[in-house]
């Protein structure tokens, strides 16, 4: 039996790996921790888990969770994780990330877009990204995950078999992009406030957002080449789902190479359990994938645009759930399990 | 015209304060402030005033206030108005004060439910309850109106033609009120966060309500003797309005005294402006009440019990709008001015 | 391995039916039904089921489900069901079913208040009224399970321990209750579009309401001598989940006989898996049991009167859930099969 | 005195004409009409017009409405209103058409996406697309005004500049659009219930809805040759107000022609009451322009791509308050007159 742990849980990522977590039959919770003034049942931070677990939730603290847990979900904020991962790993741990900490591959980069300076440089290199559907082979072997976001998850996935063959002009992608508020944690901030989101929509961070480098990077390593996307995120006013309507020009010849995308994106997917297409005319909708960890795509086909809409549920395909589909396939463990 | 000051423009009352009173035609909007760094355009702070106005919200300073205006609305939470209360007094201002700070008439109750000391205690006495349909005449006098609080308004004039007429046992009240999260104001809390609110509902502070003391204060002094009410306030998924569900006994005799309750409240408020009573069989609901300053009751005869349902919307009739009404009671502008 | 019949799968309690059953190891789905013009695949009507199963809808045919099912669950409006079961109990089946048809004992009291002739009045007598916590013995030896009301589970699961001691004045209970939308079915109709219940809030059937008899009837039967309680509805602008919160007095002596409420409702309750009761000061709320099969009770004991604030998802315990869980007992299951 | 008449007030955008006309000093609803099968005083249909009017709503009659008004209003269902036009300006009567029955002046177009004949294709070209900014020369002498649809009118204001000035790639511009509930009107349909769309987000009509091709024919106006944009509407889980996010190339040499881009929207909008231009770096969010006449407009030049972001009120500026300005400026009441 696997031995995990579970650091950070008073946020909405934290809070649903458990819940996801404790329907998996291979492994054992050993240890969930949050800053805490002290020691606190888990069901009295959330009643829900009451009568479904005794686990007490613990103060962060290195040792505790060395000496309890195989491996260890990190469900920290963006630049507190990367304090915690190299003792993680000199103890022999393995560590799934679920902040940004690890995603960048140019320090650069990261320490401009999350406005601090990375004190783990040595790591990142060994960082996988945690994209099963392009990196699965890598997962099985990696010891420290960087699980990605949630808008460059349903982004990457919605445009991989495009980018990958060739078939569009990389500099024309547009993705605008709508979430739901969870995205944005659980920190108290005027902007969140339901009287201030409710019966709003708004645009934000235009074309400037910090999943706009992450996601440039994995699509120009599909590629084969630099491209930049336009990136425009909006807030929606409800509490789970991203669903992202993508925009981009065909190369010339596309056509003779690709005479029908929804074939072409079904035989990509094929394989993939969390990937479903829809058929011509019908296109995903927060419904059909929210409290699932599936990405759902539905392909538009205008002649030399193409329109793409796709849908994921940015606690579970855009974090917990792609993170307990990660220990899946680390672990040699049926890769739906606890996720269907 | 008379020249008017509005202090503590950031909170939902006080941004209502603005949009109504910029359409009143009788008054000028002659101060605003707020605790800032440096003035700001009101436009700037609330886009929505763009091309409507060039106010400029300046830092809270009494000299500035009192320079200004003739009548100051106070906008600032609770324990807060009753530092600006006297200066404004002393310097001959007429004062209406969104708080509940003169609101009690005594004072320990004000300092256990409010958790500090009254910095005011001898204006107190001066202080008008700014109800109109119970205060009318003590109003047009004030220098000092106490604004009720929202619960307190939709509750007192659910239940004021019954207690004072003395129809029902007044220890049998029960209120069980539901509010938007408006009502909570605009402070960073994890408890208002969108997330938290939105698909969630539930009873808070369950019978220990702030408001409880001063619906039990007015009720009182209706009935000619103390009585008090049970009080559960529920946290509603919307913006605006509170709807209350009243249930209350009869006394004995009391079908000798009144055969047809909807007509008994019909004639106890057959001059007001803002309240209007339902048809047999027909209840209020929010819809029917935000965005305006009425108070809509239904009533329910069933034999040996009573209910009512009320709503009103708690940042108009609960809040600005009744200010307004006071205001406009005080200087002999038809009552409904700015408010229909 | 049980073969189970879900028929009337196109509203929300069939849906609910089928994504728990999914879940099941002791069962197999073998069939699924609604009136529907040819076959169609779940998944088509449904995306969100598409990669988690193959199962293909039909049109209702009673010839079909016999031959398919063991047990068939019934989530056809009310009205409809009774047409059904004496066809599938004749042919040895049994039924859990989730419309109101089999839960009134007294047919005159069904007649009024479901306005139409009651047509299969034979097997009223034999229908276990499936509120496991009250009946459970009963519900295992059953061949017919009234599933109860959504209301009226929260509501008896709220007052069992008081009024089954004689601890209240039984005509002394108001339940002020308030329930998401989908109570309301998958049915088209102006009163439950998007843009009339957002932002809404609002009273319905004020003390008229079909699960008060259903109530009535339960609690009674606790008391053993007939009451009466006082009902009020309210439509939520939630998806899922009711909130009750309600109010009773006192018998005299009741003190004597119960010292600690939470303590006298922690030992009622002790066995049962799916009730949990709050500490002192402490009440449920929605997101506490929403997606669960939980109803959480709250209680406060404020010396002559008690307040009770009770919760639960109105499609799993309040339908659904409760179905399945009665379907576990039935069957010697583990009782928290699929629904923990 | 100008006599109004509102025919089709249960819907939304009905309703909120006798709102914003209650409140018209110029003008007086002479008639308000509905199918009814009796009058109905419309404080009954609305409670919320209570105290306010006395207005009664008479069933559809030709012959009663151009007995008492000078111009009205038709709030009716698209392929409706053109049985109704002809009949009143053979009458005399001017005309403002809320429907989009004179919006296309190609009758093939219209019928294609109207899946309907054209009953009155002679006074087609009578109508004026009555979109202020644009046509207020015309307006002012129009018998009768074709009202733009809600996502027209974001979308023409957002992008006339660019389009005028021949600053952009015609065949680039692509509209990504969220749209409140209110647009689809107050019929029961399954798709629009609450519980279908709270909580939900989805496309629809990818690139075939039935406002393109009104898109397309203004904007290829100004350009003076045809042009094709791409057009995808979403449905957002709200009761009002499109935000519409654009995306456009820029033609070689645009710099040159534009140094600011911000600067020509202001100059170009310079006299509009109506249209308020955001600074740099800011975007219109919903709540800045909901219970608004306002189309608020952000600007972000992004070298050879530009980002618009847009906003109005879908029931005010995209239906009703427009419909308003129409009449002030064709009668010369001050423009803004109701509509502040």
């Given at each position: 039996?696997?031995?995990?742990?579970?650091?950070?849980?008073?946020?909405?990522?934290?809070?649903e790996?458990?819940?996801?977590?404790?329907?998996?039959?291979?492994i054992?919770?050993a240890?969930?921790?949050?800053?805490?003034?002290?020691?606190?049942?888990?069901?009295?931070?959330?009643?829900?888990?009451?009568?479904?677990?005794?686990?007490?939730?613990?103060?962060?603290?290195?040792?505790?969770?060395?000496?309890?847990?195989?491996?260890?979900?990190?469900?920290?904020?963006?630049?507190?994780?990367?304090?915690?991962?190299?003792?993680?790993?000199?103890?022999?741990?393995?560590?799934?990330?679920?902040?940004?900490?690890?995603?960048?591959?140019?320090?650069?980069?990261?320490?401009?877009?999350?406005?601090?300076?990375?004190?783990?440089?040595?790591?990142?290199?060994?960082?996988?990204?945690?994209?099963?559907?392009?990196?699965?082979?890598?997962?099985?072997?990696?010891?420290?995950?960087?699980?990605?976001g949630?808008?460059?998850?349903?982004?990457?996935?919605?445009?991989?078999?495009?980018?990958?063959?060739?078939?569009?002009?990389?500099?024309?992608?547009?993705?605008?992009?709508?979430?739901?508020?969870?995205g944005?944690?659980?920190k108290?901030?005027?902007?969140?406030?339901?009287?201030?989101?409710?019966?709003?929509?708004?645009?934000?961070?235009?074309?400037?957002?910090?999943?706009?480098?992450?996601?440039?990077?994995?699509?120009?390593?599909?590629?084969?080449?630099?491209?930049?996307?336009?990136?425009?995120?909006?807030?929606?006013?409800?509490?789970?789902?991203?669903?992202?309507?993508?925009?981009?020009?065909?190369?010339?010849?596309?056509?003779?190479?690709?005479?029908?995308?929804?074939?072409?994106?079904?035989?990509?997917?094929?394989?993939?359990?969390?990937v479903?297409?829809?058929?011509?005319?019908?296109?995903?909708?927060?419904?059909?994938?929210?409290?699932?960890?599936?990405?759902?795509?539905?392909?538009?086909?205008?002649g030399?645009?193409?329109i793409?809409?796709?849908?994921?549920?940015?606690?579970?395909?855009?974090?917990?759930?792609?993170?307990?589909?990660?220990?899946?396939?680390?672990?040699?463990?049926?890769?739906?399990?606890?996720?269907?």
């Amino acid at each position: 039996m696997l031995n995990v742990g579970i650091v950070g849980v008073t946020g909405y990522a934290g809070e649903e790996l458990i819940r996801i977590l404790l329907a998996h039959h291979h492994i054992k919770i050993a240890h969930i921790s949050a800053r805490l003034d002290k020691p606190k049942a888990i069901s009295e931070m959330f009643p829900k888990f009451k009568h479904k677990t005794e686990l007490i939730c613990k103060d962060l603290d290195i040792k505790g969770i060395n000496a309890a847990c195989d491996l260890v979900f990190l469900a920290l904020p963006h630049t507190v994780s990367m304090d915690f991962v190299p003792k993680l790993l000199k103890a022999g741990k393995s560590v799934i990330d679920l902040s940004a900490d690890y995603r960048i591959r140019e320090i650069g980069v990261y320490e401009q877009f999350y406005n601090t300076k990375h004190r783990d440089k040595m790591n990142i290199a060994l960082a996988v990204y945690g994209l099963p559907e392009i990196y699965r082979a890598k997962i099985k072997q990696a010891k420290l995950i960087a699980n990605p976001g949630c808008y460059p998850t349903v982004s990457i996935l919605a445009l991989a078999p495009l980018v990958a063959l060739g078939l569009i002009d990389p500099d024309s992608i547009i993705i605008d992009a709508k979430s739901g508020v969870t995205g944005a944690g659980r920190k108290a901030a005027e902007g969140f406030l339901f009287s201030e989101v409710n019966e709003d929509f708004k645009a934000y961070k235009v074309n400037i957002h910090q999943h706009a480098p992450e996601i440039n990077q994995e699509l120009s390593s599909l590629a084969g080449k630099r491209l930049e996307i336009t990136f425009v995120p909006h807030l929606l006013p409800i509490n789970r789902g991203i669903l992202a309507t993508i925009y981009a020009k065909k190369v010339k010849g596309a056509k003779g190479k690709a005479k029908n995308l929804i074939d072409l994106y079904k035989k990509f997917y094929k394989k993939e359990p969390f990937v479903r297409i829809r058929e011509e005319g019908v296109y995903p909708r927060l419904k059909d994938v929210v409290f699932t960890n599936f990405c759902d795509i539905g392909i538009k086909d205008e002649g030399e645009n193409i329109i793409i809409v796709a849908a994921i549920d940015n606690l579970l395909k855009g974090a917990s759930g792609q993170a307990v589909q990660n220990m899946n396939i680390m672990y040699n463990f049926p890769e739906y399990t606890a996720l269907l």
